[in-house]
């Protein structure tokens, strides 16, 4: 029985090499991603990691620990608070908020912070939960 | 000047190559991705696709299409509708439903639709256009 203040976390550090081969799977070649040149120009300055591979980290958390495999992933909200670069080192924690008694769906929080504790990421996941 | 109304697509087939690579760069090694005997245990019968990898597309629509190169990424929820399994054809689509007039902020309307139509991720995008 999963209850409410139950907690899991993730680290991973992302590299060039990831996000080059993040765009080619996804399709996803925005040039902040990939053209450091490009990358300059904007307020991030440098090439930053795509949204979806470092929210790939809280898949991995939900899906591997907290519910675990065989939960059924119903929603999840990205709010995208602050670039990831090259290099930074990233821990993905999820914290059980809410469950509910009618059905076996539960709420979590859901946050990713770098190795400053800067939240890059945070939001909302609900999930159903294997018996 | 962005409108309400405007839209832009992508289209991509999804490969188990794709998903191990998903898998080893996100680090999200859940079975129901990459363990056939166990998925055929689940109410999805084969292995099915991460939806942050599905999900990709979106940002890769919104990130190199509408709005484009230089757009900031704000927010984006995924309802996670149906499965995606290896082999099958996504089309991400965007659809512009809000602009503001104070800010340079719009809102979009976000979908993953599989070969047959079925929608397997809906949910709204918010992002930053360029000036």
Do not use: W
Request: hydrophobic share 40%.
């Amino acid at each position: 029985m999963i209850k409410v203040g139950e907690t899991a976390s993730l680290t991973k550090k992302f590299s060039e090499s990831d996000v080059r081969t993040f765009a080619d799977i996804s399709g996803d070649h925005n040039p902040i991603h990939i053209d450091p040149e490009f990358a300059a120009s904007t307020r991030f300055e440098r090439p930053i990691v795509h949204g979806m591979l470092t929210a790939g980290m809280i898949s991995a958390v939900l899906g591997m620990q907290l519910p675990g495999p065989g939960c059924i992933y119903l929603k999840q909200e990205l709010n995208f608070r602050a670039p990831v670069y090259f290099g930074d080192t990233i821990t993905a924690k999820v914290i059980v908020i809410k469950t509910r008694e009618d059905k076996p769906i539960i709420t979590l929080e859901t946050s990713c912070t770098n190795q400053d504790g800067t939240t890059v990421i945070d939001g909302e996941a609900i999930l159903m939960v294997p018996k």
